[in-house]
T-cell receptor, first 115, second 118 residues
Framework: GAVVSQHPSWVICKSGTSVKIECRSLDFQATTMFWYRQFPKQSLMLMATSNEGSKATYEQGVEKDKFLINHASLTLSTLTVTSAHPEDSSFYIC???????????FGPGTRLTVL | AQKITQTQPGMFVQEKEAVTLDCTYDTSDPSYGLFWYKQPSSGEMIFLIYQGSYDQQNATEGRYSLNFQKARKSANLVISASQLGDSAMYFCAMREGVSPGRDDKIIFGKGTRLHILP
């Protein structure tokens, strides 16, 4: 069964508003979570690496003030898209690492549409 | 520089035939892992198979096998006896470093869209 969940699965918002996406590991503790973005017909691009209790590490070209990541607990990481614009419309996928099993699991994704 | 290269944007294969999806990678790290994921139209990433750089044998998982040619830095996915449900996007991916504490992010190739024809 699914071991990583995301909420919401889809969201439509107005331009200028902020949207929060949650990523939860359901039956394991994830000290490290990853956030990816996927535009239509394109690959997954890593946005940032989120470590529990510390600041996220952003990939080159990703605005950390626009994409706020919080990893406050071992089972929850959140991505907040601040002042969203239509170009932020995308499929956002999180991934969580289970160190005990040395496996990495992906969430089902969140489809964001900014009007 | 692109680290994962998938040269086939799309493929059409007759049902029940075997299909090979190409993947080459680039890394100077002696320790790495290679993955294949399937992404159907629903968007979920489905893990198919994993090959570690130190694994002596090619990985196999049911109808999936990974043709690992380390010297050529090639990690092709072979799907035997293809089925209509195999139609999806397929991504090759790599993680450099396999030890805890290392930067273990997974990076993806551009993908290959596979169409299985009835």
């Amino acid at each position: 069964g699914a071991v990583v969940s995301q909420h919401p699965s889809w969201v439509i918002c107005k331009s200028g508003t902020s949207v929060k996406i949650e990523c939860r590991s359901l039956d394991f503790q994830a000290t490290t979570m990853f956030w990816y973005r996927q535009f239509p017909k394109q690959s997954l691009m890593l946005m940032a690496t989120s470590n529990e209790g510390s600041k996220a590490t952003y990939e080159q070209g990703v605005e950390k003030d626009k994409f706020l990541i919080n990893h406050a607990s071992l089972t929850l990481s959140t991505l907040t898209v601040t002042s969203a614009h239509p170009e932020d419309s995308s499929f956002y996928i999180c991934s969580a690492r289970d160190w005990d099993k040395n496996e990495q699991f992906f969430g089902p994704g969140t489809r964001l549409t900014v009007l | 520089a692109q680290k994962i290269t998938q040269t086939q944007p799309g493929m059409f294969v007759q049902e029940k035939e075997a299909v090979t999806l190409d993947c080459t990678y680039d890394t100077s790290d002696p320790s790495y892992g290679l993955f294949w994921y399937k992404q159907p139209s629903s968007g979920e990433m489905i893990f198919l198979i994993y090959q570690g750089s130190y694994d002596q044998q090619n990985a196999t998982e049911g109808r999936y096998s990974l043709n690992f040619q380390k010297a050529r830095k090639s990690a092709n996915l072979v799907i035997s006896a293809s089925q209509l449900g195999d139609s999806a996007m397929y991504f090759c991916a790599m993680r450099e470093g396999v030890s805890p504490g290392r930067d273990d992010k997974i990076i993806f190739g551009k993908g290959t869209r596979l169409h299985i024809l009835p």
